[in-house]
């Protein structure tokens, strides 16, 4: 069984310019993740789609980020205009359902973005 | 602030013997905790998970213990391996609202097992 997989896997850029990162999860994974990991931390929450719609996007930087799960499958994650603060590794995840105890989320091997 | 911790940056074991990685939490709400082990430039992948009804669970050479009243946690590899080292993440999260589903994450400790 594939697991999540996500491009571009590394992505330069200088800053004001736009970016964006794609994400395709676990087949018959309803739930979708983006998370953020900063050098020497670990990741934070983005967003959480379960289907198609958004259900916890509180820290998602609405000023400058945005994302989309069409059809609750892949997803795209966008930065617009990227700032310095922006370098980081983005996550994608995901999940069966949220319904149930504890469920599992495997993540994809990450986006690592650097703003110039 | 930081609900969950993982006070040690790193941890150095000599290949046979016993990890220990410890992780405490702040939020009375988690309920389920995982552990993930990641290598670099790859994602973080799923080791061994416990929910709150339980204070141990076991897989192979791994074990996680739970101490709702410290609300703390640790793992032990048993006998620990030089494929072992890598970092190790520990999550949390709260089965009810709105963060239901929400990992929050330790820092990471990097354990690095000598041959």
């Known amino acids: 069984e594939a697991g999540v997989v996500q491009s571009p896997r590394y992505k330069i850029i200088e800053k004001k310019q736009p970016v964006a990162f794609w994400c395709n999860p676990i087949?018959?994974?309803?739930?979708l993740y983006w998370y953020r990991q900063n050098l020497g931390q670990g990741p934070e929450l983005l967003i959480r789609?379960?289907?198609?719609?958004?259900?916890?996007d509180s820290q998602l930087p609405k000023d400058r980020f945005s994302a989309e799960r069409l059809k609750g499958v892949d997803s795209t994650l966008k930065i617009q205009p990227a700032e310095l603060g922006d370098s980081a590794v983005y996550l994608c995840?995901?999940?069966?359902?949220?319904?149930?105890?504890?469920?599992?989320?495997?993540f994809g091997p990450g986006t690592r973005l650097l703003v110039l | 602030d930081q609900q969950v911790k993982q006070n040690s940056p790193s941890l150095s074991v000599q290949e046979g013997r016993i990890s220990i990685l410890n992780c405490d939490y702040t939020?009375?709400?988690?309920?389920?905790f995982l552990w993930y082990k990641k290598y670099p430039a790859e994602g973080p992948t799923f080791l061994i998970s416990?929910?709150?009804?339980?204070d141990k669970n076991e897989d192979g050479r791994f074990t996680v213990f739970l101490n709702k009243s410290a609300k703390h946690l640790s793992l032990h590899i048993v006998p620990s391996q030089p494929g072992d080292s890598a970092v190790y993440f520990c999550?949390?999260?709260?089965?009810?609202?709105?963060?239901?589903?929400?990992?929050?994450f330790g820092q990471g400790t990097i354990l690095t097992v000598h041959p």
């Open positions: 995840a995901s999940s069966q359902s949220r319904t149930g105890f504890g469920e599992t989320q495997y």
């Open positions: 939020n009375s709400m988690f309920d389920y």
């Open positions: 789609y379960e289907n198609e719609e958004a259900v916890d």
């Open positions: 087949s018959g994974h309803n739930t």
């Open positions: 416990i929910s709150s009804i339980k």
């Open positions: 999550a949390a999260s709260a089965a009810g609202g709105t963060s239901y589903g929400k990992l929050t």
